[in-house]
């Protein structure tokens, strides 16, 4: 059974910089094809995609975010890493990881979500 | 921000036929599969329909999806109250070389 769980800060300042760590199981790295997404939802906005990375360590990000997204993997933890640099209140959001499964091509499991508020 | 393009809204009574539309383009849509999530506001999307057309286990038959050329759609028949939540659509984005959500549905059952 495949498990995702956000974790980080629940409030942050402008300027500053995030990092969500997505802790899962019930899946590893060395499946072929998958990937961990992260997607965001500020609040009362439709879902937005933000980054993924694959099993083989590529990498892909919104165009609209890329040069402040960061996103890495630490197999040994089973854990992916965003950050999120020089936040603005527009940041404010539920922020999910998701597991790309490369069998429905789709996101099948999603993490319950984290919210981030972005104040000064 | 949203690529796909989605009612706002969608309603219907009980046991009624609602359909939501996921417009895009030939980057998107038009080349790729659609996938459709269930919403409910604090809780996780679920995913409902993959591959443009197939059900993920366990989600009923009254859920069901389409797509054809650069637009998509879910439907749903025999609408139940537990049906009540936000749906949206996405896909790979061949030009923005991501995945791009749709704007998001709220369905009322009436």
């Known amino acids: 059974q495949i498990t995702l769980k956000e974790s980080g800060p629940t409030l942050m300042k402008p300027t500053q910089t995030l990092t969500l760590t997505c802790t899962f199981s019930?899946?590893?790295?060395?499946?072929?094809?998958?990937?961990v997404n992260w997607v965001r939802q500020p609040p009362g906005k439709a879902l937005e995609w933000l980054a993924l990375?694959?099993?083989?360590?590529?990498?892909r990000y919104s165009p609209s975010l890329k040069s402040r997204l960061t996103i890495r993997k630490d197999p040994s933890k089973n854990q992916v890493v965003l950050t999120l640099d020089n936040l603005d209140h527009l940041d404010t959001a539920t922020y999910f990881c998701?597991?790309?499964?490369?069998?429905?091509?789709?996101?099948?499991?999603w993490g319950p979500g984290t919210m981030v508020t972005v104040s000064s | 921000q949203s690529v796909l393009t989605q009612p706002p809204s969608a309603s219907g009574t009980p046991g009624q036929r609602v359909t939501i539309s996921c417009s895009g383009s030939?980057?998107?849509?038009?080349?790729?599969?659609v996938n459709w999530y269930q919403h409910l506001p604090g809780t996780a999307p679920k995913l409902l329909i993959y591959s443009s057309a197939y059900r993920l286990s366990g989600v009923p038959d009254r859920f069901s999806g389409s797509k054809s050329g650069t637009s998509a759609s879910l439907a749903i028949s025999g609408l139940q109250s537990e049906d009540e939540a936000d749906y949206f659509c996405?896909?790979?984005?061949?030009?923005?070389?991501?995945?791009?959500f749709g704007t998001g549905t709220t369905v009322t059952v009436l």
């Open positions: 019930g899946f590893s790295f060395s499946t072929s094809g998958m990937s």
């Open positions: 998701t597991h790309g499964s490369p069998s429905l091509d789709a996101f099948d499991v």
């Open positions: 996405a896909a790979w984005d061949d030009s923005l070389n991501g995945y791009v």
């Open positions: 030939s980057s998107n849509i038009g080349s790729n599969n």
């Open positions: 990375i694959y099993w083989n360590e590529d990498q």
